[in-house]
C-alpha cells in the first residue's frame, strides 16, 4: 500500500467550510503543496520548513487513526492539506468506502489523479489574485474532468473588490457548479503557533461586505459562508 | 386573489439556518402562530399582541414587493412567520415559480396544505420540551405528505440535554430526511426590541457543545449549524 505524508488527522468536529459545512467530519490533512498562498491558514501543512512536522505513514495506518476516531462509525473523511491531490490517496478512498465512509477532498485544481472519481465531494478552490498564485485554467478543467461522477463544487475565497469581480468571471466559466463564496481570514495562524488571536470583528465585517456586495450586484447564485470553526473557536488546531 | 397577513418582507439577504444556508433569499415572514414557544425568536410575528403591526396584503402586492426587493432577479424566498401554514400561500408561489424564483417554507408541521408540493423545499421543525409545546406527529406526517415531491429536511432546536435526548429520538423516526440540529437563542429579541443585546458567548458555547454531544455519541447524520445570521448581525431585525 501507498505511504502518505500526513500533517495532521482529528476528529470529529463539524465541516466549517463550503458544501457541507456542519456536517461531522474526520480530517485528514496531508503535508506539502504546490501553491504558496499569501493568505494561506494552513502553512503548518504547505511550508516546506515545516516538513519536520509531516509524517510518513502507510495507508493502513491513517486508516486505523480515522477508524479510532470515528469509532468504527461511518461518516466524512475530508482529505485536505496543502494540496492532497499530490499525494497517493486512492488505497485510502478504497479502503473506507466499503465500509460505509464518505471522502471529500478540498483542492484548488492544479494537479488532476485518476482517483478524483471515486470521491464522494470534490471541492475545487481556484485562488484569487490576493493569494499571489495564478489559475490554470486547463489544469482546472482536467480536475473537473477526473472527478467524472462525483459531485464537484466550487469555492472561492473573496478577501476585497478584485478577489470579488476575479470570483464572479470564474464563476462564469462554471455556470452549472455550485457555487461557494468564503471571506478571508486576513489574520490566519502563524504555523508555530496552536492558538494565535484572530481579527474576528474584521473577518465578521468582510463577510457582512460580502453579503451587501452580492445583494448590491442581483448575484444570487452563490452561497455565502463564513469559515464556521473560526467563529467557534478562533484559530485553534484540531477542531 | 388571496389575501396574506404579512409581519414583514425583506431581504436579499442570506438563509442563515439549516439546508440552504448561505444563499442569498428574501424572507416573506407571515403574522400569526398556532405555537407559542417559550424562547420564540420572532414574536413580532406571533403574539397577538402585535398583530397591529401584522399587514393585511393582497398576493399581488406581496409578490411585487418580493420582485422589487430582488430587482426582478430570481432568487429563493423563504415564507416563514409565524406559522406560514396557516395563511393561504399558493397563490404567491403559483405566481412566482412561473418567472424562476423558488419557494422554501419554514413550518413546524402542525398544518397541513394541499399546496406544500409546490416548494422547492420544505423545512419541517418539531419543537423540542424547552418550546413547551408538544408535537402531534400524525399531523407533522400529514405535512410530509403533502410534500409530496418537495425536499423535505428536518430542523430541530436544541437547547440542552433533554431536548437532544429528543431530537434524537424525533428524528428516528424519519431516518431518511436529511437533519439540521440548531442551536437555540436563549437571548431572543424582546418583540418591541428592533436591536436588543445577545448573549453571543453563551450562543457559541451551546453549538460547541452540541458538536461536542453528537461526537461523543459518534452521532455523525446530522448537520450542526448556528443561526448565521444571529452571529453576523445578533438580534437585528430585517437582515
Known amino acids: ?4 505524508r500526513i500533517a495532521e488527522i482529528f476528529g470529529p468536529t463539524i465541516q466549517g467550510e463550503g458544501a457541507l459545512i456542519g456536517l461531522p467530519t474526520v480530517f485528514v490533512r496531508a503535508g ?3 501553491y504558496r ?4 491558514d494552513s502553512l503548518h501543512a504547505v511550508d516546506n520548513a515545516h516538513r519536520h512536522g509531516w509524517t510518513p505513514m502507510e495507508t493502513r495506518h491513517v486508516w486505523a487513526k480515522v477508524r479510532e476516531l470515528s469509532g468504527e462509525v461511518p461518516l466524512t473523511v475530508s482529505l485536505s492539506g496543502g494540496n492532497p491531490a499530490i499525494q497517493p490517496f486512492r488505497a485510502l478512498i478504497e479502503t473506507g468506502k466499503p465500509e460505509g465512509y464518505r ?3 478540498e483542492t484548488q485544481g492544479s494537479v488532476a489523479r485518476d482517483w478524483f472519481d471515486l470521491l464522494d465531494m470534490l471541492v475545487l478552490s481556484p485562488k484569487p489574485p490576493s493569494s499571489g498564485e495564478t489559475v490554470d485554467w486547463a489544469r482546472f478543467e482536467e480536475c473537473l474532468e477526473a472527478a467524472g461522477p462525483a459531485r464537484c463544487v466550487l469555492k472561492i475565497v473573496v478577501f476585497d473588490e478584485e478577489d470579488y469581480l476575479w470570483a ?4 462564469a ?5 455550485p457555487l461557494y463564496l468564503q471571506p478571508g481570514n486576513h489574520t490566519p495562524p502563524p504555523p508555530e503557533a496552536l492558538d494565535a488571536a484572530i481579527d474576528m470583528e474584521g473577518i465578521l465585517q468582510r463577510m457582512r461586505w460580502l453579503v451587501d456586495r452580492t445583494a448590491e450586484d442581483r448575484w444570487f447564485a452563490p452561497h455565502i459562508l463564513p469559515q464556521l470553526h473560526v467563529l467557534l473557536w478562533g484559530n485553534r488546531r484540531g477542531v
Not at 1 to 4: A, D
Not at 37 to 40: A, H, I, L, T
Not at 173 to 177: E, I, K, Q, Y
Open 1 to 4: 500500500m501507498s505511504t502518505l
Open 32 to 34: 506539502g503543496c504546490d
Open 37 to 40: 498562498c499569501r493568505w494561506c
Open 103 to 105: 471522502f471529500a477532498m
Open 168 to 171: 464572479k468571471a470564474a464563476a
Open 173 to 177: 466559466r462554471f455556470p452549472t457548479l
